[in-house]
């Protein structure tokens, strides 16, 4: 199994809505992280697991809650959104953490639409 | 600041013609330079990726070439083909540092029948 699999595959929510975004990869790799990219734009990365512990948060804000249950899962929590927040969400993984010449594998993506 | 340049921002051509694609540079030192294909809406695709030592790497019609002496590389496509048109991301992850992954804009590809 080769591939990075993402739930769901669109959202649509509510401002005062609180939901989730999955992730989960049976590669045995042991980074994982959550990007974010508006359209016609890069990803900008927002959080990076390393060994199931939170290594990188890129001063996002706290509306966005990331956790890593084990190492195949992370999930991205939803709270009070904004509309600008509204964009595609991918998760990645890696074999290794950052730092070593490693392949990235990204998921399909969440698309996230915040009314 | 480290910086990923791509160029051309869009790109058209005819199907079965070749083109390049550009990517300049300013991350130093790298650990890696990679490319990646994503189709609209979807997750990036890896297609390339070279370590600072690497002069090319071929998968299939797509060849990346690096030049680390003056922070260059290139991403070319033979023989295209209508599945190709996509956006095309280079993408540097230092060597140093948080290691955080730079990304360019990417590169619009669009193939025509």
């Known amino acids: 199994d080769t591939e990075v699999t993402q739930t769901p595959k669109h959202l649509v929510m509510g401002m005062t809505n609180k939901k989730s975004l999955k992730c989960e990869q049976h590669m045995g790799h042991r980074a994982m992280y959550w990007y974010k990219q508006k359209a016609k734009k890069p990803p900008e990365l927002m959080f990076v697991y390393s060994y199931e512990k939170l290594s990188i948060n890129e001063s996002v804000p706290s509306r966005f809650s990331p956790e890593c249950p084990n190492s195949s899962l992370l999930n991205l929590h939803l709270h009070a959104l904004q509309p600008e927040d509204s964009a595609l969400y991918l998760c990645?993984?890696?074999?290794?953490?950052?730092?070593?010449?490693?392949?990235?594998?990204f998921g399909p993506g969440t698309r996230l639409t915040v009314t | 600041k480290n910086q990923v340049e791509q160029s051309p921002q869009s790109l058209i051509i005819l199907e079965g013609k070749n083109c390049t694609l550009q990517?300049?540079?300013?991350?130093?030192?790298?650990?890696?330079l990679r490319w990646y294909k994503q189709d609209t809406g979807r997750g990036p695709v890896s297609l390339t990726i070279?370590?600072?030592?690497?002069n090319t790497k071929s998968n299939g019609r797509y060849t990346a070439t690096l030049d680390a002496d003056t922070k260059q590389s290139s991403l070319h496509i033979t023989a295209s083909q209508l599945s190709d048109s996509a956006s095309y991301i280079c993408v540097v992850t230092p060597s140093g540092g948080s290691y955080i992954p730079t990304f360019g804009r990417g590169t619009s590809l669009i193939v025509h029948p």
């Open positions: 990645a993984s890696s074999p290794t953490p950052p730092g070593q010449s490693y392949e990235q594998y």
């Open positions: 990517c300049n540079y300013t991350v130093s030192p790298f650990s890696n």
């Open positions: 070279m370590t600072f030592s690497e």
